[in-house]
T-cell receptor, first 112, second 106 residues
Framework: SQTIHQWPATLVQPVGSPLSLECTVE??????LYWYRQAAGRGLQLLFY??????ISSEVPQNLSASRPQDRQFILSSKKLLLSDSGFYLC???????????FGQGTRLTVV | GIQVEQSPPDLILQEGANSTLRCNFS?????LQWFHQNPWGQLINLFY???GTKQNGRLSATTVATERYSLLYISSSQTTDSGVYFC????????FGAGTRLTVKP
C-alpha cells in the first residue's frame, strides 16, 4: 500500500532563517505531488504541484520554492522566512490529476 | 481558476441530527473529493466523487457534475463528526473550498 511521510510535525523558526520541509511517498511510482498551506482557521491554498522529476508548477508568487529531486520526494524551501510564512503545510500525492489525492500529516510552522 | 464555495460556513447540531453540506464550483471538473479535517489537522478522505452517489455508513455524497455542485449528507450525527469538512475540486490540480465547520453537541 502507499504511504506518505512528511516531517517535521512542528517547527519554530526565526525570521530570516532558511526552511526545508520534506515529503516522501512510498509504494507507488511517478506520483503527482502537491504542497498546500493552511492559515489558521482557513482553507487550503495550493502552493506547488509536480507531475514528474524536475517539473514544478507554482500557483502563487511567494517567498517559497519547491523541488523534486527524486521521483517520490518533494521538498519545500525558503532562503529567508517571513512572519507571513507561518502556517500548516500539507503535502499530498495522487496517481494522476483526476484521481483521489492523499495527504500527509502536515507540518505546523511558526516563524518568530 | 476554478472557484469553490461551501455552505454553510458553520453548523451546530445536536447529537443524532442530520445535516447536508453543499459545495458549488464554477467550472467543469474531473476530480472532486470530500475531506474531514480532525482537530490535529489531519485530512481524512471521505469520498472521491466526481459524479454520482456514494455511501459509507452514516455518510453519503452526491455530485451533479452538469449543475456543478456536490452534497455531503451526515445522518445521525455524533460528537466525533465535529471538525471541518472540505470539498476539493479540479481538472489539472485540486482547489479547496473554505470549508464547513461542524460542531455536534452531546
Amino acid at each position: 500500500s502507499q504511504t506518505i511521510h512528511q516531517w517535521p510535525a512542528t517547527l519554530v523558526q526565526p525570521v530570516g532563517s532558511p526552511l526545508s520541509l520534506e515529503c516522501t511517498v512510498e509504494g507507488t511510482s511517478n506520483p503527482n505531488l502537491y504542497w498546500y498551506r493552511q492559515a489558521a482557521g482557513r482553507g487550503l491554498q495550493l502552493l506547488f504541484y509536480s507531475v514528474g522529476i524536475g517539473q514544478i508548477s507554482s500557483e502563487v508568487p511567494q517567498n517559497l520554492s519547491a523541488s523534486r529531486p527524486q521521483d517520490r520526494q518533494f521538498i519545500l524551501s525558503s532562503k529567508k522566512l517571513l512572519l507571513s510564512d507561518s502556517g500548516f503545510y500539507l503535502c499530498a500525492w495522487s496517481r494522476s490529476m483526476d484521481t483521489e489525492a492523499f495527504f500527509g500529516q502536515g507540518t505546523r510552522l511558526t516563524v518568530v | 481558476g476554478i472557484q469553490v464555495e461551501q455552505s454553510p460556513p458553520d453548523l451546530i447540531l445536536q447529537e443524532g441530527a442530520n445535516s447536508t453540506l453543499r459545495c458549488n464550483f464554477s467550472d467543469s471538473v474531473n476530480n472532486l473529493q470530500w475531506f474531514h479535517q480532525n482537530p490535529w489537522g489531519q485530512l481524512i478522505n471521505l469520498f472521491y466523487i466526481p459524479s454520482g452517489t456514494k455511501q459509507n455508513g452514516r455518510l453519503s455524497a452526491t455530485t451533479v457534475a452538469t449543475e456543478r455542485y456536490s452534497l455531503l449528507y451526515i445522518s445521525s450525527s455524533q460528537t466525533t463528526d465535529s471538525g471541518v469538512y472540505f470539498c476539493a475540486v479540479g481538472r489539472n490540480d485540486m482547489r479547496f473550498g473554505a470549508g464547513t465547520r461542524l460542531t455536534v453537541k452531546p
